[in-house]
């Protein structure tokens, strides 16, 4: 076992778990902190792939921006205080329940799917194209969906300032 | 065969004016007195002397002549009705003497009632009853005469309790009326059984028709034509006794006989002029007027009964008048014993005698009410300053001859006219009738001369109450002194006005024999023979001997016995009554401190036989524990069964109730409540809860996986 | 690099991010739970792209993804604000207007 292969099931590992932590703990600031390391690793998952560039993406958008996002919607949400910014749970059952079954079934599905034997998978595991393939396709082939994936953050970036920027009068008389 | 219609048809309608206005004229006086307030008196008077006029004219018009007035009156299911009216020697003689007594009780009235604030209304039921009385002699027919029999039994129970706020006088009224009912309901019977027979009301026609039914092995057989139409009536012969006995009923309610008679004393609870017009002369008098126009209806067997029942009246309420107190009272006893007298007398087939004794009977007793009335009248007024007695009471009374010497007069008269002392018409009528039922006792034989010894010891009775009165009431010292302890109270004690004492006087002044005209001798007067008794029309084998067959030498000969023995008798009365009531005599002192009289003799004699007590004790008892016990039954059977039944309802509707509750209602609980829990599951759904959604979605997308993918 | 590891690893991803978007109460934890299963795609996604020479839609796929995700996040937050401001609560039961 080579250190390549430690490096991606550890990883794998720290993914599995941060995941796990997410769903178990009650504490959202905890989850926030188990959900970075659960992008790190997914980064580092990527980097094992042949997907640099997806992998630096992750970390700057994700962990840099998502994230970022997310604490400061904790913190902008709730009255902070000295306690602990604990979450609620309901239909914890039912949810459990739920999410073992699709695991199963899912599982069952990667069991029986036998995705080795398709037709166009490679089994030789040759390294990428890399940066500049991946560059020069989405700037060709891709180029429309590009334009509209900026579009479409233009869009978002302004209506999630109109939606939170403006306080009308009343709404806040409503509050 | 006679046909009913022939007789029915109209006759004589041109005389009807002068029944009409002898009729109409008390009618209008009735009408006008109710409206004329103070004037009444003066109204009303006037029109009496008008009628009074009309039926003297009518006495030289139609006096030797028998007229029948008829008319169509309706008809009905095939039968023809009319009005008839007949006009005879009696009719007109009854209608003089109706209003010639109606026209002195009115005079009397003027000043009697002068204080009494409701006189209109009381000259009105005076005009009333004239009407009515009118109505009853001068109708032919029984159903118009039924009319007015009716009417003067209310007009008497008008009268009697015209006092109203007197308790007494209403109670006495509703007794008269009550007691008058009880004799109409045989007088009705009477009507039905002879309607049943000959299909008409009509005399005419009933007596018609009379003479031609038969007995046949004891049916009672009519036929006659009825439109032409032949009807053949036969019924069982009993019905004709029946058919007499019932009538009779009517004058027995009426003429107050024995046992009906209890009323007439009461009624003097009404004004006096009111007891001397009705309860003594007139209305009473109409059961024995009616007796005359049914007379020859009845058969031997009816007229058993009728004789009987008027010899036991005479001698019971005789007996009865011996130890009144109440002078109206007395008055009211020796009323009932007369008329007695004259329904024994036509159960005899004295037709005659009867009548004439009704007349005579009728100005004496009048005249007896009316200075009884004075005396009452004065009596009052000397009551109304301070002290307070009965003025009726002859407790109060005594020696009063000096005081009112006019009146006592009068009342002498009258009273020896009722004793029936010779030179007074009295004498004369009770000697027809006592010679007459001699007669027919001594045709008869056997129990029958029970009748003519009741009917002599009532001679001595009458004689001795009569002069007890006279002796108590004026003769002695006048004992208000003595009861009151004032000696100037008798001082108060006056004569009675002129229009009080007029009329009295006149009446007293017709009871002397020679006044009428009628001379000495009984058996040969003018109104003796306008009278004559009439043959019986009942089929032979059920009609009585009539007395018109006896010889006259049975008559001849028992005269003289019977005058003798009369007037002996009426003579021993009076002495007795001297002895016993003259001034300071023993029974005198000590009569004004009696409540009652004493001994056995002297209780049934005042309290009338007990006959109330008896009808207290079988009807009125009997009556009260026949409601109790319907009483019971209605409590305790159909009460209770109501209330079990009601609560069977009550258990019933708890059933059903529950029935309703679990089951219906159950049912559409049941149904809603599905319905909603069906709603429910729907509902819990539809949380609005974007989370629980998610997770249905991804529970499908499981299942669908594992149903598709496996 | 075993794929079908990865796969189970996404698998275990997505129903964890599952789990945590339908169970927990607070808007912010569904975001994260929602972030996850997108991880979870995005994961499968470069995967596959691992054994396909040839092509790198995978990749761009992702690209793409992680570009819908910055914008869904952007937007989601924004309305947690105002969802906030408005009910002083991100408790999902609690804003619930549809069922009362």
């Known amino acids: ?175 | 065969m006679i046909d009913v219609l022939d007789i029915l048809e109209p006759k004589n309608t041109h005389l009807l004016l002068w029944v009409l206005s002898l009729l109409g004229i008390p009618l209008i006086s009735f009408l006008l007195s109710f409206f004329a307030g103070n004037q009444a008196p003066g109204i009303a008077t006037l029109l009496i002397f008008i009628n009074l006029l009309i039926a003297t004219t009518m006495c030289f018009e139609f006096w030797s002549s028998e007229t029948i007035i008829k008319g169509e009156w309706f008809a009905t299911a095939g039968r023809q009705f009319t009005y008839a009216f007949y006009i005879d020697k009696l009719t007109l003689m009854m209608s003089m003497v109706v209003n010639f007594i109606g026209l002195m009780v009115h005079l009397f009235s003027v000043e009697y009632m002068r204080k009494d604030p409701c006189i209109s209304r009381y000259f009105a039921y005076l005009g009333l009853f004239l009407f009515s009385m009118l109505l009853i002699v001068l109708s032919h027919d029984l159903l118009f005469l039924f009319v007015g029999w009716e009417l003067v039994g209310l007009t008497s129970y008008l009268l009697i309790g015209f006092w109203w706020k007197k308790r007494k006088a209403t109670t006495a009224a509703n007794k008269a009326f009550i007691m008058n009912r009880v004799g109409d309901l045989g007088f009705l019977t009477g009507l039905m059984i002879l309607f049943a027979q000959f299909q008409s009301f009509d005399l005419e026609v009933i007596k018609s028709l009379m003479i031609f039914s038969e007995i046949e092995q004891g049916q009672w057989v009519t036929s006659y034509l009825y439109a032409g139409v032949e009807i053949f009536k036969s019924v069982d012969g009993r019905w004709l006794s029946a058919a007499g006995i019932a009538l009779f009923c009517g004058a027995v309610g009426k003429s107050a006989q024995f046992p009906l008679q209890v009323w007439l004393p009461d009624a003097m609870e009404g004004p006096t002029p009111v007891s001397a017009l009705i309860h003594a002369a007139t209305m009473v008098a109409a059961g024995v007027y009616m007796l005359a126009r049914i007379f020859v209806l009845l058969d031997a067997q009816a007229l058993e009964v009728v004789a009987i029942v008027g010899a036991v009246t005479a001698f019971m309420a005789a007996i009865a008048a011996l130890s009144q107190f109440d002078i109206k009272k007395v008055l009211a006893y020796s009323t009932i014993s007369q008329l007695g007298y004259m329904v024994m007398a036509m159960g005899v087939g004295a037709y005659t005698a009867s009548l004439f004794h009704l007349f005579t009977h009728a100005f004496f007793k009048a005249g007896l009410f009316l200075t009884a009335g004075i005396i009452i009248h004065q009596l009052h007024h000397v009551e109304s300053n301070k002290v307070s007695f009965d003025p009726q009471d002859m407790r109060v009374m005594g020696g009063l001859r000096k005081h009112m010497p006019y009146t006592f007069a009068a009342f002498l008269f009258c009273a020896m006219a009722l004793v029936g002392l010779p030179g007074f018409t009295g004498f004369l009528s009770k000697d027809a009738i006592l010679l007459n039922v001699a007669v027919w006792a001594d045709l008869k034989g056997g129990g029958f001369y029970i009748p003519e010894v009741l009917a002599f010891m009532t001679v001595v009775f009458t004689s001795f109450y009569t002069f007890r009165m006279v002796f108590l009431v004026f003769f002695g010292e006048n004992r208000l002194t003595r009861i009151l302890g004032d000696g100037q109270i008798t001082s108060q004690i006056k004569e009675g006005t002129r229009m009080l004492l007029i009329p009295a006087c006149l009446l007293a002044i017709l009871s002397i024999s020679w006044a009428l005209g009628l001379g000495f001798d009984a058996q040969d007067n003018w109104l003796v023979r306008a009278l004559p008794t009439p043959i019986y029309l009942v089929p032979i084998s059920y009609a009585a001997q009539s007395l018109v067959d006896v010889p006259d030498d049975v008559f001849k000969y028992l005269h003289p016995l019977v005058v003798s023995i009369s007037v002996a008798l009426a003579l021993v009365g009076i002495i007795i009554a001297y002895f016993a009531f003259k001034p300071g005599a023993k029974m005198e002192r000590r009569f004004t401190e009696r409540r009652e009289p004493v001994g056995a003799l002297g209780q049934i004699s005042f309290y009338h036989w007990y006959q109330d007590a008896l009808y207290q004790k079988l009807f009125v008892q009997l009556i009260i524990w026949k409601s109790k016990g319907f009483d019971w039954i209605d409590r305790h059977m159909i009460d209770a069964f109501v209330v079990r039944f009601g609560q069977l309802q009550v258990i019933i509707a708890h059933i059903i109730k529950w029935l309703d509750r679990q089951v219906v209602d159950g049912l559409v609980h049941g149904l809603t409540l599905l319905v909603g829990s069906v709603g429910k599951i729907g509902r819990s759904m539809q949380t609005g809860n974007i989370q629980s959604q998610v997770m249905l979605s991804f529970l499908f997308l499981i299942l669908l996986i594992l149903i598709f993918a496996f | 690099m075993q794929l079908d590891a990865l796969l189970i690893l996404a698998v275990v991803m997505f129903c964890a991010g599952l789990m945590v978007a339908i169970t927990r109460k607070n808007a912010i934890m569904v975001l994260i739970g929602i972030e996850l299963m997108l991880n979870a795609a995005n994961l499968n996604l470069v995967a596959f792209s691992r054994f396909d020479p040839q092509a790198l839609q995978g990749q761009i796929f992702t690209l793409f993804v992680i570009t819908v995700a910055v914008a869904e996040a952007v937007v989601a937050l924004a309305l947690a604000f105002k969802v906030y401001h408005y009910f002083q609560t991100v408790d999902l039961d609690k804003i619930s207007t549809l069922k009362k």
Do not use: P
């Open chain 1, 1 to 175: 076992m080579d250190l390549e292969t430690i490096l991606f099931y550890f990883f794998m590992g720290l993914t599995c778990l941060s995941v796990l932590y997410i769903a178990w703990t009650k504490n959202i600031l905890y989850a926030a902190f188990a959900l970075m390391l659960t992008f790190l690793g997914m980064a580092g998952l990527f980097v094992f792939l042949g997907a640099e560039f997806l992998a630096i993406t992750q970390i700057v958008v994700y962990v840099g921006g998502i994230l970022i996002l997310i604490i400061f919607g904790m913190m902008l949400t709730n009255k902070l205080s000295d306690k602990k910014l604990v979450t609620q749970r309901y239909q914890l059952g039912i949810g459990v329940l739920i999410a073992i079954g699709l695991g199963y079934v899912l599982i069952r599905l990667i069991a029986n799917g036998a995705f080795r034997n398709l037709v166009w998978m490679d089994r030789s595991h040759t390294t990428t194209a890399g940066l500049k393939a991946l560059g020069m396709q989405l700037m060709t082939q891709y180029v429309l969906a590009f334009e509209i994936i900026g579009l479409l953050l233009l869009i978002a970036l302004i209506g999630a300032l109109y939606i939170a920027g403006k306080v009308r009068k009343e709404e806040s008389h409503a509050a």
